[in-house]
């Protein structure tokens, strides 16, 4: 399957009075035109983060409806409000925030993952692989953005050029491949590959095996030296 992204937080520097819509200079606390408190935009941006934290995905939204209102530019909102659209499963909403903050962010390589994501929601594989090219271009050494491409190709049939992305996936991120590993097995068994497709199996056992031994040598170092 799709590996998820991360979410991110940006600034932007102009603020836009509520009220009468006049440009306020930032810092200032009361619009010099009408005199009403300003309230701006990441401060709004701030509240919706929070309300998607605490799974408060309509709160997080309409946060962000007023983010948008105040500032238009300000590209984090659309990127926000559409994870928080994905949460709730309304994928076409999500898709326009998406492409809205694309068309503001072009080199920011997570405009296009998360599109891409959201085209891979709407099974949409091929919009989703020529969103993840981008991604790639501008971000080569993105594990998830190979595993992501590997699965939509898999999707439309091209099971070898799969198989080429979940191998990129693990020499970008070896010790956190066990998502492509599985990916890239199914991938051999839909070619008849059952020795390959064992081989990538074990490969995601030992990963997790790793990852579990790992977390208890920290639980045992961890008693020693309190006891």
């Not at 080199?107 to 091929?126: E, H, I, P, S, V």
């Amino acid at each position: 399957g799709y590996a998820e992204g991360s979410s991110m937080t940006t600034s932007s520097n102009s603020m836009r009075c509520q009220q009468c819509q006049n440009e306020i200079a930032q810092g200032l606390k009361f619009c010099p035109q009408c005199g009403a408190a300003v309230v701006v935009a990441e401060s709004l941006v701030t509240l919706g983060i929070e309300a998607y934290n605490e799974g408060e995905y309509e709160r997080a939204i309409q946060d962000y409806d007023e983010a948008i209102k105040l500032n238009p530019q300000i590209a984090v909102a659309y990127y926000n409000r559409g994870s928080a659209y994905r949460a709730l499963g309304r994928s076409e909403q999500a898709l326009r925030d998406f492409d809205e903050y694309v068309k503001l962010k072009p080199d920011d390589a997570d405009g296009y993952f998360k599109r891409a994501y959201t085209y891979d929601d709407l099974n949409q594989y091929r919009e989703a692989i020529a969103d993840l090219n981008e991604c790639i271009r501008l971000d080569p050494e993105n594990p998830f953005a190979y595993n992501n491409r590997g699965w939509s190709y898999y999707n439309v049939g091209d099971v070898q050029r799969a198989i080429e992305d979940y191998h990129e996936a693990v020499r970008v991120d070896p010790e956190n491949a066990q998502l492509a590993y599985v990916n890239m097995s199914a991938a051999y068994d839909t070619l008849g590959n059952a020795d390959q497709a064992e081989i990538a199996r074990d490969h995601a056992l030992d990963i997790v095996v790793t990852r579990r031994l790992r977390k208890l040598r920290k639980v045992l170092k961890f008693a020693l030296t309190v006891a």
